[in-house]
């Protein structure tokens, strides 16, 4: 009897625990260290490259844990990101994903299931070698699993560089440590990166940057 009493209020604690870890409101407060970049629609980061910083609006929960946590750990090496999840909690990194998962959904329109933009033949091989699809869905906006990124329509410059990275080794400021990211892109050459991430940003997607009302 006691031991379904015990298995009762851990049951109870654990569905308080995941509330309170994925919490949107909390994780909108919290977004005050992000809209500098993250708040502005088409905003540049200059260093460590030049790139449109990504759209989080609308990505997915797991992903985005995943992301900030790879930063806290090291296992994502941009500077600025990595000092900021660094001062996060497990509970303040669900937050915020919790918050962005849900930006600007109600201005989604839903992506088809196909690309209603099809590749060239060029990138449609790189397409068929990298196997993007496999994970990212035919539509790019599809993933198999939460824990990978939706692609589709996310700023061109910004994939480009996000590719680059994971085949970046050895530098203090670039690169991500993901094995099969790394395998992938290490079979193409830089012009074929950039190829890939203009048709991808190109398609219609789910992604947004929803301005924030404390920089308008």
């Known amino acids: 009897m006691m031991s379904k009493a015990i298995t009762f209020l851990l049951a109870l604690a654990s569905v308080a625990f995941s509330a309170q870890a994925q919490d949107a409101a909390a994780g909108q407060k919290k977004a005050a260290m992000c809209i500098g970049c993250h708040g502005i629609p088409g905003y540049q980061a200059t260093f460590p490259e030049i790139y449109k910083v990504p759209m989080l609006g609308g990505q997915s929960f797991k992903y985005l844990t995943g992301a900030l946590a790879a930063y806290k750990k090291g296992e994502r090496k941009h500077p600025t990101m990595r000092a900021m999840a660094a001062s996060l909690s497990d509970t303040d990194m669900a937050d915020l994903a919790a918050f962005y998962e849900g930006q600007g959904v109600s201005s989604i329109k839903p992506v088809a299931e196909l690309p209603a933009v ?3 033949g060029e990138v449609a091989a790189l397409l068929a070698k990298g196997a993007c699809v496999s994970c ?6 599809k993933p198999i699993d939460p824990s990978y990124p939706k692609l589709a329509g996310q700023q061109p410059s910004y994939l480009a560089a996000a590719l680059r990275a994971y085949g970046t080794e050895g530098s203090m400021y670039l690169g ?3 094995a099969i990211m790394a395998g992938q892109v290490k079979q193409f050459k830089r012009d074929e990166l950039k190829a890939l991430a203009q048709y991808i ?5 789910e992604l947004r940057t929803v301005p924030e009302s ?3």
């Open 136 to 141: 990212h869905g035919a539509n790019l906006s």
């Open 118 to 120: 099809q590749p060239s």
């Open 214 to 216: 404390r920089l308008r």
């Open 201 to 205: 940003g190109s398609l219609p997607g």
């Open 176 to 178: 991500r440590g993901n």
